[in-house]
């Protein structure tokens, strides 16, 4: 959304009677070096005892109430892009299964330890109408959500959305995360597919696979499409063009 974090406080959940309290330690060390990298500093936190490790940080930071970017501005001609590649929940859903090793899965692990900073510098550069984060929700779902806070339908070209190595592969094997099945059963009614019909299935599967720290889906006029690639390929990142904000209903998305 355009923000500066300044501090981060740990809270973190874990089973200490199962699990040695290095692998805490381990986490712990993982999201401050990320703090770090971000240019912030942590301030402590909470743990708690639980059956089950969950980790994450409470982030506080500045931002010019003026230039917050929100996921509602997006206008029709606006072209969209994409700033990682997708399939972390089927990657994951893999290594779990025993179908791909760690090593074969590096790109997409390598890919959720980097930070959305660059990418949102860059949008603040380059003037963007607006913008999301793929998560949980999936690239479908985030992208609905942005369409409907616009009034704003889209057209995907899913052969232009970038895939992690191993993607493609972990999907034919049927590794596919459950909530990918809940995503895609969200947002199906909002769908409509234009392409080859043996593509289908794996295509929008793909699409509604649930991402852990995915890029950023970034909507902005054609005529600063070439800026906003550009600045971010100076800063070492790659962006992708994967479809355009079109007139139609709103949230609706066309898939070719």
């Known amino acids: 959304m355009g923000a500066k974090p300044l501090t ?37 936190g909470h743990s708690v005892e639980d059956q089950e490790p969950k980790y994450g940080l409470a982030v506080t930071g500045l931002v010019d109430p003026q230039k917050v970017i929100t996921g509602s501005g ?6 969209l892009v994409l700033t990682k590649p997708l399939g972390t929940g089927i990657i994951a859903t893999g290594i ?8 074969e899965a590096s790109p997409a692990i390598m890919g959720m330890a980097e930070l959305n900073d660059a990418a949102s510098r860059a949008m603040l550069e380059t003037g963007v109408s607006a913008a999301t984060d793929v ?15 616009s009034n704003v339908g889209a ?29 895609l059963e969200y947002i199906r009614p909002h769908v409509s597919w234009a392409g080859r019909e043996e593509e289908k299935e794996d295509a929008l599967i793909i699409l509604a696979d649930p991402q852990t720290s995915g890029g950023l889906l970034v909507a902005l006029p054609e005529k600063r499409a070439g800026a906003y690639l550009e600045r971010l390929k100076t800063a ?16 609706a998305i066309k898939v070719f």
């Open 8 to 44: 981060a406080m740990n809270i973190i959940c874990f089973p200490a009677s199962c699990h040695p309290l290095e692998v805490m330690e381990s986490i712990l060390k993982g999201g401050y070096d990320k703090v770090i990298e971000a240019e912030a500093v942590v301030v402590g």
């Open 155 to 183: 057209e995907i070209d899913h052969r232009k959305v970038p895939l992690y190595l191993g993607v493609g592969d972990m999907t034919a094997l049927g590794m596919i995360p459950a909530g990918a099945y809940r995503n």
């Open 96 to 103: 779990k299964g025993g179908m791909i090793s760690l090593q």
């Open 74 to 79: 997006a206008a029709p001609g606006d072209i």
């Open 236 to 251: 070492g990142k790659e962006g992708q063009v994967v479809g355009q904000i079109i007139d139609a209903k709103p949230g």
């Open 135 to 149: 998560t949980g929700f999936s690239f479908l779902g985030h992208l609905h959500e942005m369409l409907v806070s």
